[in-house]
């Protein structure tokens, strides 16, 4: 029987509850237990795929091909449990769900309400699709005191009771802030978020303290005392220097051992943090450095692109290197500004992205790449910006463009009609905008003895798509008569899914987002293929 632990945060967001609860999944794996993870968000969108990257950060996409919240990126990074549908669920999602049914007259003519109706349904996704999991981690997004977070709050404490509360533990996470100009840790904020959560009728059975200093033993007998928890379940978090030390510093405080004596369980095996450790060594102490240009539109927020600077992270992982990222907002790049801007840069990256804004400045860096020989990587829209740029200057193409733009005549990028899946025809459409993406895993083709088919050491792989536009295959033959070669291909041959330069040391665009696959322990080729492209480049 699955046991299910609650995750839930307090007094501020972004304490880090999703990283919290990708660690205890990786401690709780690595003792032998099989664990899954799951995040529910309180904000009405079915899902993220519209929202601004400044107002939730990334939208992380899963293999089935849903679009869901950034920490999905974080369990699997650190669970290497790939993510399904089934693993996040929105407020927006449990009301059209609802209503859909009371629509439909599945209620039989009863008044639909907050309770029993939605509670119902969020104790239902918590429920589904669970097989032989010893472990379940729920992530309820927001904090306590939230008006969007209560009816899944409710939904959990109802949860508890029906599933038995020895099969239930509360993990509330909270913030315990340092008073500089008192030189004091205040537990106060934490004792009021309890509290709050205590007025709900749920008493959590561990608090983690999130503080930027240790707190000490009389401050965290304070919290034990009026939190109604013992001593050793109170979890000091500091701030850590990166994110690979996290399970390391939650085994240290036996945050592990203190949620398998909650259930009464023995460990089936050791905890293995040898790879953290070795990680965390390389992270924080190498000396080998290289530097790198990431140009896109929304790379004032780092969680705009919270999984392709991991994926950076983890190529210069595979090639014992600090990757050092610069960050240029496009729409201030041009070609009279680029030279000066790209000082000391050794490797080019244009990540994903959707509309005109900041496009020419993207033109612009990726011309620079090419002639200068710079090592480049393109993903998704950043393939799409290579193709035209190369459309443009080697195919004498001057009005090429995509028909994202607008209409035009030498559109080398275009709106997706139609495309396989799983052998059934799917539509695309640009009028409903949500979930009607090419989304989730597709298979490509690789061309033999090309750099790509080279790098994964295969002529078949999976990759994770989200994109609305294609490059039109119809261009093919003129491109690679001029030196960029189509070197990956979806199955049937329509639809481009890999370009490179027969003329230059490493220059790739893909149609896919190879950074959603790539962990801190297993690096992804693609990106470790990169960074050693990018270190060679600065030797010169």
Known sequence: MARYIFVTGGVVSSLGKGLSSASLAYLLQSRGFKVRIRKLDPYLNIDPGTMSPFQHGEVFVTDDGAETDLDLGHYERFSNISAKKTDNITTGKIYSDVLKKERTGKYLGKTVQVIPHITNRIKEFIRNDIAKEDFVICEIGGTVGDIESLPFLEAIRQFSNETGKKNTLFIHLTLVPYMKASDEIKTKPTQHSVKELRSIGIQPDII???????????????????????????????????????????????????????????????????????????????????????????????????????????????????????????????????????????????????????????????????????????????????????????????????????????????????????????????????????????????????????????????????????????????????????????????????????????????????????????????FSSFIEAVNNKSKK
């Open 208 to 526: 983690i303290c999130r503080s930027e200093r240790s707190i000490p033993l009389d401050q965290r007998k304070k919290i034990s005392l009026f939190c109604n928890v013992a001593i050793e379940d109170v979890i000091e978090t500091v701030d850590v220097k990166t994110i690979y030390e996290a399970p390391i510093s939650f085994n240290k405080e036996k945050l592990d051992d203190r949620v398998l004596n909650f259930f009464g369980i023995k460990s089936k095996k050791n905890v293995n943090l040898k790879p953290w450790k070795k990680i965390t060594k390389l992270v924080l102490n190498t000396n080998n450095k290289v530097k790198i240009a990431i140009i896109g539109k929304y790379v004032e927020l780092k969680d705009a692109y919270k999984s392709l600077d991991e994926a950076l992270t983890h190529g210069g992982i595979a090639n014992n290197l600090k990757v050092n990222l610069v960050r240029i907002e496009s729409d201030n790049l041009n070609l009279k500004t680029i030279k000066k801007k790209m000082q000391g840069v050794s490797g080019i990256l244009i990540p994903g992205g959707f509309g005109k804004r900041g496009t020419e400045g993207k033109i612009a860096a990726i011309k620079y790449a090419r002639l200068n020989k710079i090592p480049f990587l393109g993903i998704c829209f950043g393939m799409q910006m290579a193709v035209i740029e190369f459309a443009r200057n080697r195919l004498n193409l001057k009005n090429a463009t995509s028909s994202e733009f607008g209409s035009s005549k030498a559109s080398v990028v275009g709106l997706m009609s139609e495309w396989i899946k799983d052998g059934k025809l799917m539509k695309g459409t640009d009028k409903n905008l949500g979930g009607t993406m090419r989304l989730g895993s597709y298979d490509a083709h690789l061309k033999k003895d090309t750099k790509i088919s080279k790098i994964y050491n295969s002529m078949r792989i999976k990759e994770r798509h989200r994109h609305r536009y294609e490059v039109n295959i119809n261009y093919k033959e003129n491109f690679e008569k001029k030196g960029m070669i189509f070197s990956g291909l979806s199955p049937d041959g329509k639809l481009p899914e890999i370009v490179e330069l027969r003329d230059h040391p490493w220059f790739i665009g893909v149609q896919f987002h190879p950074e959603f696959k790539s962990r801190p322990l297993s690096p992804h080729p693609l």
